[in-house]
């Protein structure tokens, strides 16, 4: 891409101007709506599996229901970044972003949506452990070397965002300074570099190519020796269970990285499908994700009714009792069944 013409190189870009998404514009007020409605819908969704993993004793002391606890913040943060300039860009208000809003916008976008991806291959492969390996499942997979892995999965993610932002943001900025996005992302924003992108899309066709392709070919191989094992199982209820829990992350992974290989692996290429492609990963997938999980994953909804039976049995209990009862039933213990019996002897007391 060379550098725009009718500009000057003494002149320095403080903001963007963000243009959104086409519209009519009798529709603005519709769709200010149905998006604030999918922002408050995805916060809500991902807040619920945040409080039920954590509550319930019997998911946060799994590694599969940490990893699905870190992907409902990681989709909360992501919604986060982009969804409110969206809203905003449907209201009279000022679309402009300042420059430096418009880096740590870009920053922050790679740096989640990168770690989702590692996230998504380690769930891989922690299936693949439970599935495949289950008599060395408690040894291979921890609750202390999965707390490494996410770790890992927030560094490397971090890093890639790193690179990708100051790659972008390094070179010089003249005008024009619209936007034809409706974020900040590298495609859209070093089109109004003034200077030669050609080193810029490689890197990002190789770094994003390198990252997704190979968690994309991870995963994959992940759930080809899944299927496998799962086809084993005898009896017809175990692989049912087996294809429901895998289904679930699948389905996921799959609305996931297709829209991803669609924007990014295509260098220097623009489609007018672009913004409804984009969309659909940084808006739909935060939101799909809970209702993926609560609906395909019975341990889930099982915490769900287990959480919504105690909290109705405390709210008929008497104050002093409800304190008891609370610590019993939220605390970690070798047990997750409640005892009626101590129930009624704590009342007494």
Not at 93 to 120: D, E, M, N, R
Not at 138 to 147: D, Y
Not at 231 to 259: E, M, N, Q, W
Not at 265 to 272: H, I, V, Y
Request: hydrophobic share 45%; aromatic share 12%.
């Amino acid at each position: 891409m060379k550098r725009n013409k009718n500009t000057s190189m003494d002149t320095v870009v403080t903001d963007f101007i963000l243009l959104g998404l086409s519209h009519p514009p009798n529709l603005r007020t519709l769709l200010c709506l149905v998006f604030f409605s999918i922002y408050i819908l995805t916060q809500l969704g991902n807040l619920l599996i945040l409080v039920t993993v954590w509550a319930d004793p019997k998911l946060h002391a799994r590694p599969m229901y940490i990893l699905l606890g870190v992907l409902s913040f990681l989709d909360m943060w992501l919604s986060s970044v982009i969804v409110p300039l969206i809203i905003l860009n449907f209201t009279p208000a000022s679309k402009a972003i300042p420059f430096g809003g418009c880096v740590a916008q870009l920053y922050f976008f790679h740096f989640l949506g990168s770690t989702q991806c590692f996230l998504y291959t380690l769930m891989a492969y922690d299936r693949y452990l439970a599935i495949c390996q289950p008599l060395h499942y408690p040894v291979l997979m921890n609750g202390k070397l999965c707390t490494i892995l996410v770790a890992g999965a927030w560094v490397a993610g971090s890093i890639h965002g790193s690179i990708q932002a100051t790659l972008t943001f390094r070179l010089h900025y003249c005008g024009p300074n619209k936007v034809d996005y409706f974020f900040c992302d590298i495609p859209a924003v070093l089109r109004l570099a003034c200077a030669d992108t050609k080193v810029n899309e490689l890197v990002t066709f190789v770094d994003i190519g390198v990252v997704a392709a190979s968690c994309f070919m991870l995963i994959l191989l992940s759930y080809a020796k899944i299927v496998h094992a799962i086809l084993k199982i005898r009896t017809a209820d175990g692989r049912r269970r087996a294809f429901s829990t895998c289904g679930s992350h699948l389905t996921v992974v799959t609305v996931y990285y297709v829209p991803c290989i669609f924007i990014y692996l295509r260098a220097g290429s623009k489609s007018p499908l672009d913004g409804a492609v984009a969309v659909f990963y940084t808006v739909v997938t935060p939101l799909l994700n809970p209702l993926i999980y609560t609906l395909r994953n019975q341990e889930v909804k099982s915490a769900l009714k287990r959480i919504t039976r105690s909290s109705r049995t405390l709210s008929k209990l008497p104050p002093r009792t409800q304190f008891y009862y609370s610590r019993e039933n939220f605390m970690p213990r070798k047990t997750t069944q409640v005892s009626y019996n101590n129930i009624e002897i704590l009342a007494r007391k």
